[in-house]
């Protein structure tokens, strides 16, 4: 694990509800992109209302720790759109809102003010003999999306669906000669998510997925309904899909809740990670299930 510090170069509108931040300087010469396309880095904010008073953390071999004394700096994680060792910059996306740590740093941020981050991991892993790919993303996922679109070779089909706020969020997504984009309206915290139908409606039971693989983010909450549809209607093996939850709904009121768990709770929750004999995303799914019958 590692620890980087960089400043912003300049902020990029890209659509009435995302803005792209540009890092250069600082560390980035040592960064090392896993080249995967929806790696991620988890990002540390300023602490308080100075935006350059930024303290980061310390790497240790798999994560990292505030040292003694230091103020722990906020930290969210967020997608990498574009590396360019070339000229020493990374660009990263943000979803703009009104409330939240990073949406309010990235609304307001200027040229020069740090940030930090740790060393990338990618998630996107599709079997070699892959013919097809279905990629499904709310907004959140839109970075990963386009970078994947760059990355996917010209013999691969690939379907992609995007639900964004309105029309007024649609960017344009990199061209790929046998890709068909869908835009859908809704969800993204402006209404309820419609990430669930949009996937079943895309792969019905009866769908034929050989040579298939599929990427889907956004809504933590709404992807548990999609992940049981891979696994138990779809019958899709772990290694031919991706599920990743990129945020959830208040998300502070659901941490608030689940620390007023019980312990035995807490405890029956976490067992089940521990030594699972069934494979991880049926782990996964009763995991999720036990969490919606808690009301989280």
């Known amino acids: 694990m590692e620890i980087y510090r960089a400043v912003v170069a300049r902020v990029e509108p890209l659509t009435a509800t995302m803005v792209r931040v540009v890092l250069t300087g600082g560390d980035l010469s040592k960064f090392a992109s896993t080249g995967v396309g929806d790696e991620y880095v988890r990002l540390f904010f300023p602490h308080g209302p100075d935006r350059h008073d930024l303290s980061l953390p310390v790497a240790t071999e798999t994560s990292w720790e ?48 740090p940030l930090g981050f740790n060393s990338p991991t990618g998630l996107y892993d599709p079997p070699e003999d892959v013919t097809r790919q279905i990629l499904v993303a709310d907004q959140t996922g839109l970075p990963a999306v386009a970078r994947l679109l760059e990355n996917t070779p010209d013999h691969i089909t690939t379907r992609v669906i995007v639900e964004v706020p309105d029309q007024a969020s649609v960017q344009p997504l990199p061209a ?46 709404a992807l548990r309904t999609v992940r049981k549809h891979f696994r138990k209607t779809l019958s899709l093996p772990s290694s031919r899909f991706k599920v990743v939850g990129y945020w959830s709904p208040n998300a502070d009121s659901w941490t608030e809740r689940w620390e007023a768990l019980p312990a035995d709770v807490k405890a029956e929750l976490e067992a089940l990670w521990e030594d699972p004999k069934d494979d991880l995303e049926d782990v996964t799914i009763a995991y999720e299930d036990r969490l919606s019958g808690l009301g989280l």
């Open 176 to 221: 790929h000669p046998r890709a068909k984009v869908t835009w859908a309206y809704g969800g993204n915290g402006h209404g309820p998510s419609r990430l669930a139908d949009l996937v079943t409606a895309a792969l019905p039971e009866d769908s034929d997925l050989t040579g298939t693989y599929v990427w889907t983010a956004g809504e933590t909450t």
């Open 66 to 113: 505030t040292p003694e004394g230091s103020p722990t700096a906020p930290m969210r994680t967020y997608t990498i759109r574009a590396v360019r060792p070339e000229v020493n910059e990374i660009d990263i996306d943000f979803v703009l809102h009104d409330h939240g740590v990073a949406a309010t740093w990235a609304a307001g941020t200027r040229p020069g003010d």
